[in-house]
């Protein structure tokens, strides 16, 4: 069965902080994903990487950064935190690479992060 | 903005009846794929349909994907209490577009 591990459940930070938010996979899965989930508006997408070093945006970028130096690791960056990134974070992996984008995704159990 | 559309968001039936969320695309979707979130929990993935007209049955679930590839629904015959959960679909153009959800209580 696919893990996908974040590093937090709970996380609660101050505006301003630059905030790090971990996931690991253990499927040597090639598509890696960082969304965020709010009431009324679904799971949005931030962040997507390929392959290792490669990244792309997704749909709100704004605020965020990754980095994907291992193929197992994706790390979602807020750069200087606000209060309306406080959300819900999940994180999913996928076989296929850009090629084949079509494959089920996996998710992790999702960070909640508080901005105060 | 967003691409997928998925109405209703809420969604109240008394167990045993039926349940059906839409899912509609301003864009032609190679795919669509559907999951499950349970409440508490992460999105589990239930099907993806990939061509135009396709139906697929899982059980007492019914997955259709539009001729023009466009929408998309799912049907729950005779629900149950084990069906509550937030259901999403999630389309692929140059990216996945997951829908905004449609939260299924089922009053025993």
């Known amino acids: 069965d696919v893990k996908v591990t974040q590093s937090s459940r709970y996380l609660v930070k101050r505006t301003g902080e630059k905030v790090f938010l971990e996931c690991v996979q253990d499927m040597d899965h090639e598509n890696m994903f960082w969304y965020r989930q709010d009431p009324g508006l679904g799971l949005r997408l931030i962040y997507f990487?390929?392959?290792?070093?490669?990244?792309e945006k997704g749909d709100i970028p704004e605020g965020y950064s990754v980095s994907r130096e291992k193929k197992e690791r994706f790390s979602l960056i807020l750069e200087s935190a606000s209060t309306n990134q406080t959300s819900m974070y999940l994180c999913?992996?996928?076989?296929?690479?850009?090629?084949?984008?079509?494959?089920?995704?996996?998710f992790g159990d999702g960070t909640r992060l508080s901005i105060l | 903005g967003q691409q997928v559309m998925q109405i209703p968001q809420y969604q109240h039936v008394q167990e045993g009846e039926d349940f059906t969320t839409y899912c509609n695309s301003s864009t032609t979707l190679s795919n669509i794929q559907w999951y499950k979130q349970r409440p508490g929990g992460h999105p589990v993935f239930l099907i993806q349909l990939v061509k135009s007209g396709e139906v697929k049955k899982q059980k007492r679930l019914t997955f259709q994907f539009g001729e023009a590839k466009k929408n998309s629904s799912l049907h729950i015959t005779a629900t149950q209490t084990t069906d509550v959960g937030t259901y999403f679909c999630a389309g692929l153009s140059n990216q996945f577009y997951f829908g905004t959800g449609t939260s299924l209580t089922v009053i025993p």
């Open positions: 999913a992996s996928s076989l296929g690479g850009l090629k084949d984008s079509n494959q089920p995704q996996h």
């Open positions: 990487s390929y392959d290792v070093k490669m990244k």
